[in-house]
């Protein structure tokens, strides 16, 4: 069963960056067709795709946190990475990682397997 | 890319249907077959209940049921149950591999 889990700091400080990993196990992250994506929830409001990672590197970022993200592979590690620069409190959520089918998969462009989340707060 | 709109909340009795609705543009919603739908209960990751507008996944009961017309999806919800009360999202494709969530529809199951 195919399972993911984050890590990283649980506070980070104003204008600090975000660093977090997720690391895949009970499959590869070298699976054709599988991108691995990283999505946030503040508290109590809704969910926000922040981007998506395959495993030869290719990239794609919301629009709107493209200048601030940064989303990397470690393919030995079964794992990929995100970091956020020049964080505010406005990026204070719970960050998810999930498993994202792409055209030819299914469930095509639907996160199917999530991890836990883990909560970064965002405070001098 | 703009957040895909949901009503806040929606509510219905056991046993009772209920409809929550998901407003795009011809941007995402409307020009793609590429909608999901995830439940997410308090302290919990997001689980899909529906994709390509009108899909289940296995082990999704057949209670859960969605469709689309022009730039507004739709879940629908039938014979209600207690363990359906939860926070459902839906998603979109919005061309140039870009995703797009709702804001949320807060069930509650009277």
């Known amino acids: 069963q195919l399972q993911l889990q984050e890590s990283g700091p649980g506070l980070v400080k104003p204008s600090e960056t975000l660093s977090l990993t997720c690391t895949v196990s009970?499959?590869?992250?070298?699976?054709?067709?599988?991108?691995w994506g990283w999505i946030r929830q503040p508290p109590g409001k809704g969910l926000e795709w922040i981007g998506s990672?395959?495993?030869?590197?290719?990239?794609y970022y919301n629009p709107s946190l493209k200048s601030r993200v940064t989303i990397s592979v470690d393919t030995s590690k079964n794992q990929f990475s995100l970091r956020l620069s020049s964080v505010t409190a406005a990026d204070t959520a719970i960050y998810f990682c999930?498993?994202?089918?792409?055209?030819?998969?299914?469930?095509?462009?639907?996160?199917?397997?999530w991890g836990q989340g883990t909560l970064v707060t965002v405070s001098s | 890319q703009s957040a895909l709109t949901q009503p806040p909340s929606a509510s219905g009795s056991p046993g009772q249907s209920v409809t929550i609705s998901c407003t795009g543009t011809s941007s995402d919603v409307g020009g793609y077959n590429y909608v999901s739908w995830y439940q997410q209960h308090p302290g919990k990751a997001p689980k899909v209940m529906i994709y390509?507008?009108?899909k289940r996944p296995s082990g999704v009961p057949d209670r859960f049921s969605g469709s689309k017309s022009g730039n507004t999806a739709s879940l629908t919800v039938s014979g209600l149950q207690a363990e359906d009360e939860a926070d459902y999202y839906c998603?979109?494709?919005?061309?140039?591999?870009?995703?797009?969530f709702g804001g949320g529809t807060k069930l509650t199951v009277l």
């Open positions: 999930a498993r994202l089918p792409w055209f030819g998969l299914l469930p095509t462009l639907t996160f199917d397997y």
């Open positions: 998603s979109s494709y919005a061309g140039s591999n870009d995703l797009v």
């Open positions: 990672i395959y495993y030869s590197g290719s990239t």
């Open positions: 390509e507008v009108s």
């Open positions: 009970g499959g590869s992250i070298r699976t054709n067709s599988y991108y």
